[in-house]
């Protein structure tokens, strides 16, 4: 069952930040085929190649991403300063855990008549997804895995109705949407894949037979969505509870990794609660939309960078394994060419299509 357990969370967690963070980047899902053909395409180009990094990092030191900097830089005979980029992504896990369920209080209050302001909302699904962190992590994937299904399956039952397909032209800041949402879908290259299937990441002689079941989960959940539609409370309310379950088993990884670097306990939870907070002042959520957003594309940019221009080239194809040298090379062009230069045009489109 565990080997199966990254799996079911690359399709529910990819789904629910898709769901949550299509609104903030303004795609409207008005079936413009083209864009959703080039989404696709770029999960296959980019939400691949991070998966296989963020397995291989983890392969080679064997603990989760945070704690493995440690030993990989000094391998590498790297400065420090590159252990930064896993603080960077650990703290950003709480900020993305904020995130969705503040936007995730926004479809509640839009889909069902809520006695009670936004903001309280917010609060109150932070509470809950907290208090579920302690929960399991399997439990968690396995509660997040029914939400989402119910959310799918009532979007479909209980009436909608979905314009037509269209072909319509690209434009420069279509492109950036699509990246966003690819790398998105990805899960950031934030480690959590692996952590959920550590004895598999640590253990397993390839790569591959674990990844590729993870990005057809990240496919089949993109899929998905281009035939959902939120337009009654029972789906708006499914999807909102699979947030919740979501949100708190990344705060559960995003404390597992803190404990991991052996922080003291006071400090795992001050970092994980924190951001979280911050979410709760509605004056301050479209500035923190847009930081998130930037946040981890710059996050996966860091990893990129390391794994592809900073470590060394044996240490990688050797916990990869893949069958062919050139299966390597091409993995090794796309974490360090085409991966930054897609994060590159994602970062101008968000500032293009914000301000």
């Known amino acids: 069952m565990s080997r199966w357990l990254s799996p079911l969370l690359a399709f529910c967690l990819s789904f629910m930040l898709i769901t949550t963070f299509s609104p903030v980047i303004g795609l409207q899902i008005d079936r413009q085929l083209d864009f959703w053909l080039l989404w696709i395409g770029l999960v296959i180009f980019l939400a691949l190649p991070l998966i296989y990094l963020e397995f ?31 603080w960077f992504s650990v703290i950003f896990i709480p900020f993305l855990a904020g995130a969705m369920l503040a936007n995730a209080s926004y479809v509640a209050e839009q889909f069902v008549a809520l006695p009670i302001a936004v903001s309280l909302v917010f609060v109150a699904l932070a509470i809950v997804s907290l208090v579920l962190s302690f929960l399991d992590h399997k439990i968690l994937v396995l ?10 399956v009532l979007s479909f039952v209980m009436g909608r109705h979905i314009e037509a397909w269209q072909m319509t ?22 480690g959590v894949y692996a952590q959920v299937n550590a004895e598999s990441a640590y253990h397993d002689n390839k790569t591959t037979p674990v990844v590729l079941p993870i990005w057809f989960a990240q496919l089949a959940s993109v899929v998905a969505f281009g035939f959902f539609a939120i337009q009654t409370p029972a789906p708006a309310i499914s999807i909102v509870v699979a947030v919740v379950f979501g949100a708190a088993l990344l705060l559960k990884l995003a404390r ?17 609660v924190l951001p979280v907070v911050l979410w709760a002042v509605p004056l301050l959520q479209t500035t923190l939309n847009l930081v ?9 940019l ?10 060394k080239i044996s240490h990688l194809r050797k916990v990869m394994n893949f069958d062919s040298e050139w299966a390597y090379n091409i993995w090794r062009i796309a974490v360090r060419i085409v991966i930054p230069l ?12 914000w301000f």
Do not use: H
């Not at 983890?58 to 252990?83: C, G, I, P, Y």
């Open 292 to 300: 998130v957003l930037i946040w981890g594309l710059l996050s996966c």
């Open 56 to 86: 291989a990092l983890v392969k080679r030191a064997k603990t989760t991403v945070l704690n493995a900097l440690m030993s990989l830089t000094r391998d590498a005979d790297a400065s420090v300063k590159w252990r930064l980029v896993g």
């Open 302 to 311: 860091g990893y990129a960078i390391f794994a592809g221009w900073i470590m």
């Open 342 to 353: 897609s994060i590159i045009v994602a970062i101008a489109s968000v500032f293009v299509g």
């Open 143 to 152: 509660l997040s895995v029914i939400a989402v299904a119910a959310s799918i």
């Open 256 to 272: 597992q990794q803190l404990a991991d670097r052996k922080l003291a306990v006071v400090v795992q939870y001050a970092t994980i």
């Open 169 to 190: 032209a690209l434009i420069f800041p279509e492109w950036g949407k699509a990246t966003i949402l690819a790398l998105v879908a990805s899960g950031l290259g934030l």
